[in-house]
């Protein structure tokens, strides 16, 4: 095997974010762009020569050229076997059960989640470690630090060809060998094992679902589990058919992108229950007859529900959640009695706490929600579990939330996106709203503000400057911080939350509970005025 050292010139923008190198197609597909940033992978993690890695994505644009670029730079670095999912399609969380199950030293994930794709979308590199989860920050900031100074990559030179990484088989390639792997069928035996199939099979023979995978990796897991396994008619399964671009549409399950089917579900022929997931399949939306279900109040619902699942019969080890996501978890830990912990945004502080056993259920208020069964967070395993939940307790996803309310209080909670602002606004922004945080205790009800900052209870590590953090009295939080996945200007999120235990309150709409607290921060940030923008881009 020919391996030719190629000389190249560091790019200075190639930090990764809150999950891995996310940049537009255009920027990718410059010379060298993802050469560089893969090879200082193999120069920070030298375990992976000699050893297994897992290689795959959801299949955007792009991907196919880039597998082959990471075949042929895995080789020129030593890597032993590449395990490829089949076609190069396969959603997040089954790429780290892949890890797991093999023993592999490591994974790339070639992904922009649910960022739109295509010729002019974005596109993505994501590093997973041994345990399956994202890299962790320090490895994070080492890969960045080498593509500043990189001055040449590995290229083997392999005789590849786009039919042979299509059908699952081995290829060696004079030593190096690529394995080409089913993406689904390890992954569905893996759900079959969390959760009571039986029931919800069941279930589904007198109840009616939609599914909507969004033309993204969850398509063919989903018309293996729910369609093959669990009997849902494939006329109910929507958009399950992987595309480059997605169809066009950004594959984030909101209800901004999956409108059609909250309008559906919202209408007088809804199903019984509905849910997507996003182009890596690691996000998920849950909407029940005219119902839908935040992505926090989802967590604290799995978390309430636990024991109706095969895999948590015994109980929840703890629960975590992203410091944004609303407390509706924490009433649910108090109340049942187990720990709960508040991390900084980004699935791999959950990691963290999975590998130390310290939770079995953790989540995200961008609508991420997991277990202990992967390092990932996993759209489809939510979806699973809800049908599992509905299944056993046959009160449809309004009784179940209602009766939820009942137990727990309500916790409003919507999060404001401004897109694409100017970067230095937003950060001036951030900063002068920092300044003025002390002063504001005593004023309007704030009890505390200050930037959050996360100690590991596993390392005992610090993590700084995670998010402006401004709490009422009578459960009210107001918390800022600049997105770190945007791909074009910066991002303002505006989280805005408020608890009520008054049952007389329950039924009432999130954005006027919120409006003033809506206002406050606007008037607390000068958010209109810095920026321009009357109101956000996005409420999720
Ligand atoms: C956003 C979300 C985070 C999430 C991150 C990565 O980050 O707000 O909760 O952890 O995306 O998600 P995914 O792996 O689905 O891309 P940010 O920094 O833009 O707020």
């Not at 060998?177 to 089913?182: A, F, L, N, R, S």
């Not at 009571?196 to 589990?225: C, N, Q, R």
């Not at 015994?314 to 629960?319: P, R, S, V």
């Not at 602002?421 to 004023?443: F, N, R, V, W, Y």
Request: glycine residues 10%; hydrophobic residues 40%; negative net charge.
């Amino acid at each position: 095997m020919l391996v030719q050292t190629i000389e190249t010139t560091p790019f200075d923008d190639q930090q990764p974010g809150t999950s891995g190198l996310r940049k537009q197609v255009k920027v990718f597909s410059q010379p060298h762009y993802l050469e560089n940033f893969v090879q200082a992978i193999f120069n920070v993690v030298p375990e992976l020569s000699g050893q297994t890695m897992v290689l795959g994505g959801d299949g955007r644009y792009f991907s196919k050229p880039a597998v082959e670029t990471i075949l042929r730079l895995a080789a020129g670095n030593g890597v032993k076997r590449v395990i490829l999912a089949a076609g190069g399609v396969i959603a997040t969380p089954a790429v780290s059960h892949l890890i797991r199950i093999n023993k592999a030293a490591g994974g790339m994930l070639l992904t922009a989640s649910h960022n739109p794709g295509g010729p002019d979308g974005d596109f993505g590199v994501k590093y997973n470690a041994a345990d399956g989860g994202s890299a962790p920050g320090k490895v994070m900031n080492a890969i960045y630090a080498e593509t500043k100074k990189l001055s040449a990559y590995k290229l083997a030179d392999l005789p590849l060809n786009a039919a042979m990484l299509e059908e699952p088989g081995l290829h060696d390639l004079g030593g190096f060998e690529i394995e080409i792997v089913d993406p689904v069928t390890a992954y569905a035996d893996l759900m079959q094992a969390q959760f009571d199939f039986k029931i919800i099979g069941k279930w589904l023979k007198t109840h009616s679902i939609l599914f909507d995978a969004m033309h993204g990796a969850t398509g063919p897991a989903a018309v293996e589990i729910l369609g093959n396994r669990l009997g849902v008619d494939a006329a109910h399964l929507m958009r399950c058919n992987p595309l480059e671009d997605f169809g066009g549409q950004s594959p984030d399950p909101n209800l901004v992108h999956a409108k059609q089917l909250y309008d559906r579900m919202m209408g007088p022929d809804a199903p019984d229950f509905a849910a997507a997931s996003d182009g890596d399949g690691d996000r998920n939306l849950i909407i029940g007859r005219n119902c839908y279900v935040s992505p926090s109040d989802s967590l604290a619902v799995l978390a309430a529900n636990a024991k109706f699942i095969p895999a948590f019969a015994n109980g929840l080890k703890g629960g975590a959640r992203s410091m944004p996501t609303s407390s509706a978890l924490d009433r649910v830990a108090e109340k049942l009695g187990f720990d709960c912990y508040e991390t900084p945004t980004g699935w791999k502080y959950f990691s963290e706490l999975l590998e130390a056993n310290r939770i079995s259920i953790c989540g995200e208020e961008s609508a991420g929600t997991g277990g202990d069964h992967v390092r990932e967070k996993d759209g489809l395993w939510a979806v699973l579990f809800w049908l599992n939940i509905l299944a056993a307790r046959d009160l449809g996803v309004e009784g179940v939330m209602a009766d939820h309310f009942a137990s727990f209080g309500r916790t409003f909670h919507r999060r404001h996106d401004y897109e694409a602002l100017d970067t230095d606004i937003a950060h001036s922004l951030m900063a002068d709203l920092e300044k003025t945080l002390p002063a504001l205790i005593g004023q309007h009800d704030i009890i505390s503000a200050d930037n959050y900052a996360y100690q590991s209870p596993v390392s005992g590590a610090v993590t700084k400057g995670q998010g402006l953090r401004i709490i009422g009295k009578n459960g009210s939080r107001m918390i800022f911080r600049l997105s770190g996945t945007g791909t074009t200007g910066a991002t303002l999120r505006l989280y805005l939350e408020q608890y009520s235990n008054d049952p007389a309150h329950y039924g009432l709409d999130v954005d006027e509970v919120l409006q003033p607290l809506a206002k406050l921060a606007d008037e607390l940030a000068g958010i209109s005025v810095r920026t321009g923008r009357a109101k956000p881009d996005v409420i999720t």
